[in-house]
């Protein structure tokens, strides 16, 4: 006991990990909320497809010496808006064209970094995560994103339930579906570029998938996976961030090995016939 | 309350709706038949405005957009589904919240009534995905039901029901109608369409028949399709 409390004394020691404890918790909060819809409305692909133009858009900016954050916003928002169209209207494609999309992104990004600086330690980290990313301007960021994304989804949040559960009722009795559907895209958008660089390009839509997906096991109406999967999400996160600091391990893959065993007791628990 | 003047609907590029004419009045029990792919379903989106129409005018006497029910069939996404019947039964009220983000305690009870009306209170909060297929259909009536005042639009409301199941919704029906909800309901059922339905619009792309259920029930064409003698039995 004393063990962990020296270790969690040590870890709150390091500005570094402060910073990344306050974005990574705020990114876990905000991506489990704006998940539990993309899971529900067969949509989880937009967040993985997001995450792979992210990495293009990080390559790019890197080897032309601009801001990466200046460039990926714009980049992300309008890749948000394709991958939504694609999976809105040409269903049964729809999951071929974003596979598409995502690994273009990532081999346009790849060779984009060969041809200039070459696999560095930064392509790295922005494959697989790092814990040193985070500046103070990410935490700034990160805090106005996750404000935004709360203050949204709570004002949203039964007709973001609607349009999930049931998008042609929603459309038939006046709700503006198309618009909720934008939203919840944007969000996300957003989300995938505070937390990429701590998580991973490839890793971060983890984050969105697990934690609805390991709710859902469990809970049965709609607010109860909601408030768990975002409960969960901090926890794993923290669960995942202690992990990494003790073994070394990268921080995004120690948070999505926890994310990975929440799940499966999730999983056994539903098997055992508990249910609520 | 609604008239449809030469709509035409296509989808994919091909006209599925061609020219249909008709007109629902207050207090009827109106339904539209006809096979699978006859342009039913598409004609009961573009009445409620989720597909553009192609030509024609649909128009709405006494009630509003925001003030029609609408039971669409199932989709995969639902079946699993974690809602609890309360929350699907209360999305039913949002048209009526406006610019509000949340519920009133009015609309709680306007759902509450439409639960205690199909008789599903005691299931209030049970997941909807632990419930059968008829229950599953009441919830989504009972949200239709909150959503409408005067005009309730349904596409094929038995489908995957067992016939005890589909009887007891057809009594429901049956009785909103009674007092004074007016139905717009399609199924590819004909005969309980005859012995329900007031009215009758039958559909191949174009309006075969449309009148009331007495004429319907007379033609050769009820005969042929129901397979009770007629030209082609």
Redesign the interface.
């Known amino acids: 006991m004393t063990a962990l409390i020296d270790l969690l004394a040590e870890l709150f020691s390091y500005s570094f990990i402060v910073r990344a404890m306050i974005v990574g918790v705020l990114v876990a909060l905000c991506s489990a909320l704006l998940g539990v819809t993309l899971v ?3 949509y989880s692909m937009i967040g993985d497809g997001l995450s792979h133009v992210g990495f293009g858009t990080l390559a790019i900016s890197m080897s032309l010496n601009l801001a990466p954050l200046r460039v990926a916003i714009p980049v992300m928002l309008l890749a948000a808006f394709v991958l939504l169209r694609v999976s809105e209207n040409s269903k049964i494609k729809g999951d071929a064209a974003i596979a598409l999309i995502s690994s273009s992104s990532l081999a346009i990004g790849v060779i984009v970094v060969s041809l200039t600086t070459g696999m560095n330690t930064d392509v790295c980290n922005y494959m697989f995560g790092s814990i040193l990313a985070m500046s103070r301007g990410d935490v700034y960021l990160s805090v106005t994103v996750a404000a935004l994304v709360l203050i949204l989804y ?6 973001i ?2 349009v999930t ?2 998008e ?8 503006k579906a198309g618009r909720y559907n934008a939203l919840i895209a944007f969000l996300t958008a957003m989300v995938i570029v505070v937390g990429m660089r701590m998580m991973g390009a490839l890793l971060i839509s983890s984050l969105i998938i697990f934690p609805a997906l390991t709710s ?1 096991r469990v ?7 909601v408030i768990c999967s975002a409960v969960l999400s901090v926890v794993c996160f923290f669960v995942g961030i202690i992990l990494s600091f003790a073994l070394s391990t990268p921080v995004g893959a120690s948070i999505v090995i926890i994310n990975l065993a929440a799940f499966c007791l999730f999983w056994a628990a539903e098997k055992l016939g508990l ?1 609520a | 309350m609604l008239t449809c003047r030469d709509v035409s609907l296509s989808y994919g590029g091909r006209t599925v709706v061609e020219n249909v004419s008709f007109s629902v009045e207050r207090g009827d029990y109106f339904c539209v038949v006809g096979e699978n792919g006859s342009g039913k379903t598409t004609l009961m989106k573009g009445i409620l405005g989720l597909l553009p129409l192609s030509g024609g005018r649909i128009e709405f006497q006494g009630v509003k957009r925001t003030e029609i029910g609408y039971l669409p069939q199932q989709t995969v996404v639902q079946r699993d589904f974690p809602a609890s019947v309360r929350e699907v039964v209360l999305s039913g009220r949002l048209n009526r919240c406006g610019l509000l983000p949340f519920y009133t305690r009015r609309d709680r009870a306007c759902a509450n009534d439409n639960l205690e009306r199909l008789g599903i209170s005691s299931e209030a909060g049970k997941s909807y995905r632990d419930l059968s297929g008829g229950q599953q259909q009441r919830v989504l009536l009972a949200r239709a039901l909150c959503a409408a005042d005067k005009l309730l639009m349904l596409d094929e409301p038995v489908a995957g029901l067992d016939p005890v199941m589909a009887s007891e919704l057809y009594a429901l029906l049956e009785k909103l109608n009674r007092d004074g909800m007016t139905l717009v309901v399609i199924s590819h059922d004909l005969k309980s369409a005859v012995s329900y339905g007031k009215k009758i619009l039958h559909m191949r792309r174009g309006a075969l028949f449309c009148g009331s259920t007495d004429d319907y029930a007379k033609t050769d064409l009820y005969r042929f399709m129901s397979g009770m003698g007629g030209d082609g039995a």
């Not at chain 1, 709570?154 to 007709?159: G, H, K, P």
């Not at chain 1, 042609?168 to 709700?175: K, L, Q, S, Y």
């Open positions: 529900l409305k067969r709570v004002l949203s949040y039964n007709r339930f609607a559960f049931d042609n009722f929603a459309r038939g009795t006046g709700i859902m809970f049965s109406s709609f607010k109860r996976v249910r």
